[in-house]
């Protein structure tokens, strides 16, 4: 039996941070077996909020090296950009004729940026954020697209788009499914709800020990929890929840611990800067080899592209076949 398609894709924002890796990357390394994989880097949906495209380029390739570094498989799975595969824009423009300005306009996610980023005039492409990324999934008809909460109504109008292009012209796309990924999104470093690299939170995973020691100590803690000795209060402290996802074996001490008053925040946070070490190193000593081997990241780029090509070139013309272009 074929096995199903997942298109996955993250906008390349250079380093990752250990949010990407719990909400995202760890995801995909355990779906990459069981299902045929595509993983999109989305340079083009960076200019939606950032006309500078002087970065895109080495903040890919900085991505990429994570992607490698974390346990994505390339023999497996192959890795693209969306700007090298011309398909993605002649598919947009189609799907661009398909989608209302009213239902774009009622999108949750461009709402929220344009509140959270004060943009004044939205631009078309901005808007058309949605249908970029329905041709990105559509493109390599995916059957499921891992993501979390706040891209699920991106997948809703991907659907919208297939069945209407379906409807108009004949089936040539499934509709796609989310994958919703269980994960408990992690805080940032100053309390923001969010790991995000626009507000400086994080903690990426090329930092090593001594940079992770440094940021932990700064982190907020129960502001209860004064004196070393205090009883804290592990369900507001965003240290604790760092523990939950990598001292899994010690979290019910710490918890004790925590409450009890006989860990300080001082020692608790040495063990999360040792722990979260230990789970990075060697995601570290890979990185540092891809490092010293940018040929080899760079012929893996051009062999996900020459793979994704192949694909795309297909539904393009299943596409125009189905729409009597010639
Ligand atoms: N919108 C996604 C994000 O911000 C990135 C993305 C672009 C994507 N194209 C995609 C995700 C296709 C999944 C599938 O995270």
């Known amino acids: 039996m074929n ?4 298109l996955s894709g ?5 380093k990752l941070h250990i949010g990407h890796y719990v909400g995202a990357l760890e995801n995909w390394i355990s779906l990459q077996h069981e299902y045929d994989n ?11 909020t950032n006309l500078n495209s002087d970065s895109i380029y080495q903040d890919s390739i900085e991505m990429l090296i994570d992607w490698l570094a974390a346990g994505l498989d390339p023999k497996i799975s192959p890795m693209f950009r969306q700007s090298q595969i011309k398909e993605h824009a002649e598919l947009h423009l189609i799907f661009s004729m398909l989608a209302t300005v009213n239902r774009l306009e009622r999108n949750p996610t461009v709402k929220d940026q344009i509140r959270d980023l004060h943009i004044e005039n939205v631009s078309y492409g901005h808007l058309g954020y949605p249908v970029l990324q329905a041709a990105d999934i559509l493109l390599y008809k995916g059957d499921l697209v891992p993501v979390g909460e706040d891209q699920v109504p991106h997948i809703e109008i ?10 108009q012209y004949g089936e040539v796309f499934p509709e ?3 994958k919703l990924t269980a994960f408990a999104r992690l805080p940032g470093l100053d309390g923001d709800a969010k790991m995000s690299k626009s507000l400086g939170n994080t903690i990426l995973l090329s930092d090593d020990a001594e ?4 940021k932990l100590r700064k982190a907020v803690t129960d502001p209860l929890k004064v004196r070393k000795n205090d009883p804290g209060r592990p369900e507001v402290c965003l240290v604790f929840s760092y523990h939950k996802k990598f ?5 019910l001490e710490i918890e004790t611990g925590c409450r009890s008053g006989a860990l300080g925040c001082v020692d608790c946070k040495l063990k999360c800067t040792s722990n979260i070490s230990s789970f990075i190193a060697p995601i570290l000593e890979k990185r540092k080899y891809y490092e010293e081997h940018l040929d080899e990241v760079k012929d893996i780029l051009t062999d996900g592209e020459n793979r994704a090509q192949k694909v795309a070139k297909i539904t393009i013309q299943e596409v125009r076949d189905k729409m009597r272009l010639g």
């Not at 993250?10 to 250079?14: L, Q, W, Y």
């Not at 991907?158 to 409807?167: C, G, H, L, P, V």
């Open 211 to 214: 940079t992770i020691k440094t």
């Open 10 to 14: 993250m906008r390349p924002t250079g």
């Open 158 to 167: 991907t659907r919208e788009i297939a069945r209407k292009f379906n409807n």
């Open 247 to 251: 001292s899994p074996s010690e979290i």
């Open 38 to 48: 595509f993983h999109l880097i989305a340079d083009y949906h960076v200019l939606t």
């Open 3 to 6: 096995k199903k398609r997942i």
């Open 176 to 178: 796609p499914e989310p």
